[in-house]
């Protein structure tokens, strides 16, 4: 069985400002992560995966997100925060088969000016 | 790759009507699932076909729930007899495998009164 947390579910930061999006994982076998951005109204796209490689994991629009076994931990960060990242984000978890997707609740980031 | 389409994108139906949705997953995915998402919650998932064989179906899939996909291509979610517990975002998302990213559509919104 597997779930995601996310702690947070409003977070809200200043343009500029350090982004740090919080999940932790559980799983029973050695899992993949991922991060996903949704936008309103409009599907899920994707910022990032973890896939047992490399436990830093670089995506689009310069997140990044770090494996750490001991924390079951998997969180999102962002040196600098833009308007433009303003969405809703979701982690999630798969095993290795990677079949179905189990998600956290989301957590809304606000920007603010 | 024009990405994954999905038609409506909103469907308002009364109680106890029937309705069905429509997914295009990106050509020469094979694989192909089906997530409900409730307001301020994270994507649930339903079920998922590799071609046309549809192989996991989730608890939530209710004897109304019925989804195909004939010849491995198109796939369609039909909702009998709706209940306004059946209000969602109906997602659909194709991978080029098991272990490969999926990528979401836009989601169908639906509203039962």
């Known amino acids: 069985a597997q779930s995601v947390t996310q702690l947070g579910s409003h977070v809200s930061v200043s343009e500029g400002a350090l982004v740090l999006l919080r999940c932790n994982y559980s799983s029973s076998v050695p899992p993949y992560l991922f991060w996903y951005v949704q936008y309103p109204n409009q599907g899920l796209q994707l910022l990032l995966k973890y896939t047992s490689a490399a436990t830093l994991v670089k995506g689009i629009n310069g997140f990044e997100a770090e494996f750490k076994k001991s924390e079951t931990s998997f969180h999102l960060t962002k040196p600098s925060a833009h308007m433009s990242d303003a969405a809703e984000y979701f982690c999630a978890v798969s095993g290795p088969s990677a079949r179905q997707l189990t998600f956290g609740s989301g957590t809304q980031l606000t920007v603010l000016p | 790759d024009t990405g994954v389409s999905q038609n409506p994108r909103h469907k308002i139906t009364k109680r106890g009507q029937n309705v069905t949705f429509r997914c295009d997953p990106i050509?020469?995915?094979?694989?192909l699932y089906w997530y409900r998402q409730t307001l301020g919650q994270g994507p649930e998932f339903l079920t998922y076909?590799?071609?046309?064989?549809?192989?996991?179906k989730s608890r939530l899939l209710s004897d109304r729930f019925s989804a195909e996909r004939p010849k491995g291509s198109f796939s369609t979610l039909e909702i009998q007899r709706t209940e306004q517990g059946d209000s969602a975002m109906y997602l659909c998302?194709?991978?080029?495998?098991?272990?490969?990213?999926?990528?979401f559509g836009p989601g169908t919104r639906l509203l039962v009164l």
């Open positions: 050509s020469e995915h094979n694989r």
């Open positions: 076909f590799q071609n046309e064989a549809q192989l996991e």
């Open positions: 998302a194709s991978s080029s495998g098991p272990k490969e990213t999926q990528y």
